[in-house]
């Protein structure tokens, strides 16, 4: 067992996990939670060292919970990973592909491979999560049913990969944050710079949010994300989540954030990180490659 412990949100063999190992280099001992909260919870209470959040998906987008809870818990953001969703449909080391009558996972991960399925002639069935998916096929030990679910799953719970890269789009990316308790960014020799996030309010005035995005752009600063949710309790009023390019240490954006913080009424700096940059897959014409 290693001593990094890393808290990620869903069942042993879930997505969340095997990004987690990748980032981590399998040098962690990961920490099972029910709830995307509860991550906060152990991290802020120091159970775990780090939590391994999504944050948004190419296809399904943000997940807003987490930009709420993100402001709710006193943590940092100190690293980001785009981790690559392939699903793959698992099933008992006895099972042929033509024997599977029902394929069960989380209603998510079923409509991503919706075209893949459907020449399959399965009858779909929803369930909680992809992780628990297989670990129900294990449990059931029928050769009618299987599980769309990760190759890591399957490692897990002992099933075999009847068939793999089963998402219609192959450009199917998770977004994971690193959170930690200390703003201490992870840095590895491999990073293409930093990219820093946070989170303001503003006044109601004609032009304001025109005037907060100028002091980014009359800089130079790259935006790479910009999300809104509303402030409960002040209906149609809203917080500003951005991800820009560079490093709260640089003069540059010293001085942008400075100025912002004349135009706001709350800003908070949730990290500076090293950004992971990575390449789509592509095929020998160009195209987009599963």
Not at 145 to 174: I, M
Request: neutral net charge; aromatic residues 10%; contains cysteine.
């Amino acid at each position: 067992m290693y001593s990094l412990k890393v808290a990620f949100q869903g069942e042993t063999g879930a997505y969340s996990e095997a990004a987690a190992l990748e980032y981590f280099h399998q040098e962690m001992t990961s920490y099972s939670c029910h709830t995307f909260e509860n991550v906060f919870h152990v991290v802020e209470e120091q159970v775990c060292r780090y939590g391994f959040i999504p944050i948004e998906n190419t296809l399904a987008g943000s997940i807003h919970r987490n930009y709420d809870l993100m402001l709710k818990y006193s943590l940092h953001i100190v690293g980001e990973y785009h981790f690559r969703v392939k699903h793959c449909l698992l099933a008992v080391n006895e099972a042929r592909l033509d024997q599977i009558q029902y394929v069960h996972s989380h209603p998510q991960a079923l409509a991503q491979c919706e075209a893949s399925l459907k020449k399959l002639s399965v009858r779909l069935v929803p369930e909680a999560d992809t992780a628990g998916s297989a670990r129900l096929i294990s449990e059931k030990d029928s050769n009618l049913s299987a599980a769309v679910a990760s190759k890591h799953a399957a490692q897990v719970y002992g099933l075999q990969v009847l068939t793999d890269n089963l998402e219609d789009n192959p450009l199917n990316f998770t977004r994971f944050l690193v959170l930690a308790k200390q703003g201490k960014p992870i840095v590895d020799t491999h990073h293409q710079g930093f990219k820093t996030s946070i989170v303001f309010s503003l006044p109601n005035k004609p032009g304001i949010l025109f005037k907060a995005l100028s002091v980014f752009a009359l800089r130079d600063i790259d935006l790479t994300k910009i999300e809104s949710r509303p402030i409960p309790g002040k209906p149609w009023e809203y917080l500003f989540y951005i991800d820009f390019i560079g490093n709260i240490s640089d003069r540059v954006c010293q001085r942008a954030l400075d100025h912002l913080n004349e135009l706001t009424i709350l800003l908070r700096i949730l990290g500076s990180y090293p950004r992971h940059q990575f390449d789509f897959p592509t095929s020998h014409n160009g195209q987009p490659n599963k």
